[in-house]
């Protein structure tokens, strides 16, 4: 300590950048060294952003990376242990713009304050160095700014824990929180369940042990997250999560929040655990923590969500994926509500028929539901809003937001008072909106002026006589101001210089400000000795007097005082809006709620959607059905959508077992380009719509519930994780036939193209009878493989279908329309002129094609009968020809039968004709 007391240390905010240490110095740390090492070692994996006056600078390799990654320069300041220190420095003023920049590359940022005023360093003597301490690590999944967050998407910090069971029955217990809205859920699932789980989540970043993040199996799934952080055994030690669950929530024993399994609450408190952490103390406040129970949503592998493009498309961009087609809420709020359902369906279909029947309201009553979207426009993201202000980094502007967003409940309250009958969802809303107590609007409405400063230190956010004291303080700085006045006018006549003007800004405080020709006079005798000189710039010359130095102090302290007094209503305003802090978030929740039942509504009415039947039968049949998204893509182009039906209900109850008859397996050929891709993703994406309880682009949709949905197209490139397509191709495969119930929807497109034609299409053949024989789901499945067609006469559950062209003039037609039976041929040839091959080359395409279809004919089927020997393959030429299988002409039969327009014997007779059809066996 004497050594270094020894040593010449400068004040140090205002030590230059290259200040030279003598070479005795240079093998010393300085004090400030000193404890910039000590914070730095404190918070390893860190960016520390130290706080320096106006600055938070970096130094060393975080001063590297962060010139690196946001292209700022790199410096140098001072040496240590005789080797220069880079530095790079940020404005105070701009710091949320890097900070977002640098979590965006996937950093975390500690961010380091002054926490007393340098005056109070000197005063302990002129080589101490200012106080300092870590007040916030910003990290991905803890951020609360809006210029930090999307206004549309929740930001969910995950927490996965592991119970090790004995092979194979590992648990993982996952706790997600949104610290910006006050979410957190809690659920448990099984190893192989977790990419799924993961893919709904969608985190921003995860915590998990050091062990779990170098686990063998799960730690490859977990790093390709966005960003995860491996943290010590504590925080998921499962002995004290209870008690660190009680402590954040400030209650004595944990029954009062919510049952959860010692693996949820393990998660649960790793997750609070951290959040204390980043927040170093201040605790945003949390809904209690809500428990998924399993098999509540509708499971769907992230496999399936990028290739249905349930929120992106397989480019990455939104525009173009379901929810972007189906997005039409207004409030941030109520966008991410829309981006939670659509990422979880439900399979409760009575949970289902209650979002259903508050959109069927809003269908039904066009006045209230426009009224009620106009009210939404002025309803603010109250939750954010909430959340910043219980962090301690809100702003007057959020205090409005809550304002307006009270005003808005009660316009909205009213409004929905005129619904005839509001159903239970509508209901609960109207309660919850009259939860906030309306004294606190007009408590802000009167504290609040019009015009509001984004931060609160920038002061005048309170209104004119909403306090005495800050109107006394006010008009003493105002006063001040008009003494300003008449000085500069004494000056000017002192001076003769007309145009001399006082002026203020952040560095010289008030001065006198002339142009330059008028400089001179002002530094020459006698003038110089009320005008000191300050500064030079191109045009100006700038002074200033004893007397303005005095003011100046004057004014900066009534405008001190001004300043504190509207920082205490502020502090008193937000502990009131935390006091009300549940009943906000209920009211913000509503809000949500009824955006996106009007914006589905609205969407239903714009494009036509009914209200499906959704049931706990295994049934499927759509009339009418439309994809969302290429049809809005085609009306934009003024192209119309051809609508297709599609049923995958089961043919006939089966007796015996107790099981209900299973689905239908659809086999949907025809050439490229004729619409087969389109007409398997919009049944999916019809059940799924159903299922987050909106309408559907159909004429009429009925769907058993569905517990998961897999989607695979073959061949999909991956070349990112380094696995040939065609191995991606059957690891997908492998978990649908591996995983799909009787309760699944399964889409495959063209399942078994990645690879030579014989081993794809024996690949596809299996593939499907342990579809119809194992799992036992409805199914759609399109090929290019015309000898899967054959299937369906030794498959009584599997059908044909086509999607009908037509040839003209030579080209090929598309028209869109699926029916029964099977394509005639692939017209490869002809969409390949009609994208533009060389017509030399059609025409010996066209050759070729002939010679080899004569060749193939015989060669064909005998092999696949070798390769195949549980079915023998009729030859191409008969499975063209072949005649509808007898299950096939039964269902016809039966299709064609209308019982209410039959007399009794009519009855009897179709009844004979139907048990004749029956096989003969
Ligand atoms: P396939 O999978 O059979 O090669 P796609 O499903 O990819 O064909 O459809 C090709 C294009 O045809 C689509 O991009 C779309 O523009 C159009 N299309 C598909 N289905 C329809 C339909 N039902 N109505 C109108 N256009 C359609
Ligand atoms: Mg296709």
Redesign the pocket.
Known sequence: MTIQQSIPVPPEAVQPADAAPSAEAAARVTPMMEQYLEIKAANPGLLLFYRMGDFYELFFEDAEIASKTLGIVLTKRGKHQGVDIPMCGVPVERSEDYLHRLIEAGHRVAVCEQTEDPAAARARGNKSVVRRDVVRLVTPGTLTEDTLLDARTNNYLLAIARARGSAGTDRIGLAWIDISTAEFIVTECATGELAATLSRINPNEAIVTDALYGDLELGPLLRELPAVTPLTRDFFDSATSERRLCDYFAVATMDGLSAMSRLEATAAAAAVTYIDRTQVGKRPPLSPPSREAAGTTMAIDPATRANLELTRTLSGERRGSLLDAIDCTITPAGSRLLAQRLAAPLTDSAAIARRLDAIAAFVADSAVRDDVRTTLRAAPDMSRALARLSVGRGGPRDLAGLRDGILAADAALAQLARLENPPPEIAAVMEALRRPSRELAREFERALSEQLPLIKRDGGFVRESYEPALDEARNLRDASRLVVAAMQARYADLTGVKGLKIRHNNVLGYFVEVTAQHGDKLMAPPLNATFIHRQTLAGQTRFTTAELGEIEAKIANAGDRALGLELEIFERLSAMVLAASDDLRAAAHAFAILDVATALAKLAVDDNYVRPEVDGSLGFAIEGGR?PV?EQA?KRDG????A?ACDLSPVSPQAGEGRMGAGQIWLIT?P????????LRQNALIALLAQIGSFVPAARARIGIVDRLFSRVGAADDLARGRSTFMVEMVETAVILNQASERSLVILDEIGRGTATFDGLSIAWAAIEHLHEANRCRALF?THYHELTALSAKLPRMFNAT?RVKEWQGDVV?L?EVLPGSADRSYGIQVAKLAGLPAPVIARAKSVLAKLEAQDRGQTARALADDLPLFAVPSRAATEAAPPSEAEQLIEALKALHPDELSPREALEALYALKAKLPKS
Not at 639 to 642: E, K
Not at 672 to 679: C, D, E, R
């Open positions: 994809h290429v085609l192209q119309p959508f051809i297709n025809g490229n380009m004729a619409g087969k891709s389109t007409f399109a999607v598309f869109h």
